[in-house]
């Protein structure tokens, strides 16, 4: 009876010393989490419709990229190891939602709950499960509409500073643009000067305090590893011709490249990771530009923000304009050509062939429908249904669009991981 008793409690105690044994083995054998970090304004939200994946298929060079995020149905795919954890939604932007990578994690529209977009962050994800093996963790905080001068001001910028143009304009209270209340408007700047960036790093720290809200089964042992930031952000700055005026000239926006400088080295302070890979996604609205061609403001626009790989280690800038859909870009100038066509024919507007008001109403509808069946094929109406879900400052809301420039931003990082082994 003694042999059995001591038998059957020693059961129970081998299963425990072999379980903490397997534990054991698991944490030394267990991978890091890795954490990436996107940030920026709308386009980092990204508002790429699912519907417009189909469309990836169409280009042979594109195929596999389609395949990397569908399944044998056709389905969107869930990633088995990414976890996200999502700061941003148009109406809801102090709220958030977690969860395994997949579509919806785009710009949201209702609150708490994924919709049915996607934003660089899916095929950033997919891009970096099939190159690390451990589980990833990305944490994305955008807001529409945000500056980096203002809205996302890092610290160290101290606090916003008027051009010559604004503290010469400003004061005199009218034009177009100028606040009327001089006083109450630079309350109202000294208050959101910094919101988002101070926003950001309370979202990112909150996470890092205990990834194990957002990533199940999380392994304490093994820990996390910052691997990389992405910044995808500048259409606010780059209309803002106040603080950056065009008296300037050729250095227009070279305070948004020393300010995106200071934004680099505050992120790293502030999150203890003084090498940490960053990479600046340059904004690519317009698509290419030639040299000495329309748009070259978006020219300087985005040297500036090129600027910091320069002069900072381990800053890659990403060029986003090679993605860009010239066909949707000539099929959206059309579009809003005909959209606003009657307006300015019932208006008289003198640049239009009813300058003198000779058209009757009628005439002016025919002809705003024959310059429409001139402008825009039945091809182009279906390309844009089936390609396009947004406008041009958004990419055009493009599948195609969005997920390569996810890729482009893994592949900068997985360069820069590779580079140091």
């Known amino acids: 009876m003694l042999v059995a008793f001591r038998w059957k409690t020693a059961l129970p105690c081998a299963a425990l010393l072999l379980a903490l044994v397997a534990q054991s083995v698991y944490a030394a054998d267990a991978k890091p989490l890795k954490v990436y970090i996107l940030a920026g304004q709308s386009n980092m939200e990204g508002h790429a419709e699912a519907r417009t994946f189909d469309y990836i298929g169409d280009d042979p060079q594109t195929k596999p990229l389609l395949d990397m995020m569908t399944d044998d149905q056709g389905k969107p795919v869930t990633a088995d190891r990414v976890w996200v954890y999502d700061s941003a939604s148009f109406y809801d932007k102090f709220g958030h939602v977690s969860g395994k990578l997949k579509v919806g994690f785009g710009g949201r529209t209702t609150p708490g709950e994924l919709g049915t977009k996607i934003g660089p962050e899916y095929t950033f994800g997919l891009t970096m499960q099939e190159a690390y093996d451990g589980p990833i963790l990305i944490i994305k905080t955008a807001w529409g509409g945000k500056s980096l001068h203002t809205d996302?001001?890092?610290?160290?910028?101290?606090?916003?500073?008027?051009?010559?143009?604004?503290?010469?304009?400003?004061?005199?209270?009218?034009?177009?643009?100028?606040?009327?209340?001089?006083?109450?408007?630079?309350?109202?700047?000294?208050?959101?000067?910094?919101?988002?960036?101070?926003?950001?790093?309370?979202?990112?720290?909150t996470v890092l305090a205990d990834p194990g809200k957002v990533v199940p089964g999380y392994n304490k042992a093994a820990g996390y590893e910052l691997a990389g930031f992405v910044w995808f952000q500048g259409f606010n700055d780059y209309v803002d011709s106040h603080t950056y005026p065009y008296e300037l000239g050729e250095h227009r926006y070279d305070q948004y490249g020393k300010l995106l400088e200071t934004f680099i080295k505050d992120v790293r302070q502030d999150l203890n990771a003084p090498d940490l890979p960053f990479v600046i996604g340059v904004i690519g609205v317009h698509g290419p530009i030639e040299p000495g061609g329309k748009n070259k403001e978006m020219v300087l626009f985005r040297q500036a923000m090129a600027a910091p790989a320069k002069s900072m280690k381990n800053v890659v800038a990403v060029e986003t304009a090679p993605y860009w859909n010239t066909r949707l870009a000539e099929i959206e100038e059309n579009r809003n050509m005909i959209r606003y066509l009657p307006t300015r024919l019932k208006n008289k507007?003198?640049?239009?062939?009813?300058?003198?008001?000779?058209?009757?109403?009628?005439?002016?509808?025919?002809?705003?429908?024959?310059?429409?069946?001139?402008?825009?094929?039945?091809?182009?109406?279906?390309?844009?249904?089936?390609?396009?879900?947004?406008?041009?400052?958004?990419?055009?809301?493009?599948?195609?669009?969005?997920?390569?420039?996810?890729?482009?931003?893994?592949?900068?990082?997985?360069?820069?991981?590779?580079?140091?082994?």
């Open 152 to 205: 996302f001001r890092p610290p160290s910028a101290g606090p916003y500073e008027l051009s010559d143009w604004q503290l010469k304009m400003y004061p005199k209270q009218e034009g177009h643009g100028i606040p009327k209340d001089f006083e109450q408007w630079k309350a109202d700047k000294q208050k959101a000067t910094g919101f988002y960036y101070r926003l950001m790093m309370e979202e990112v720290q």
């Open 349 to 421: 507007d003198r640049n239009t062939v009813n300058a003198d008001g000779s058209m009757t109403e009628a005439e002016q509808k025919a002809y705003v429908e024959k310059l429409k069946q001139e402008l825009i094929s039945p091809d182009d109406e279906a390309f844009w249904v089936r390609a396009a879900s947004n406008a041009g400052y958004h990419y055009f809301g493009c599948g195609k669009t969005l997920a390569q420039i996810g890729v482009a931003f893994a592949n900068a990082l997985n360069q820069a991981d590779d580079s140091k082994k």
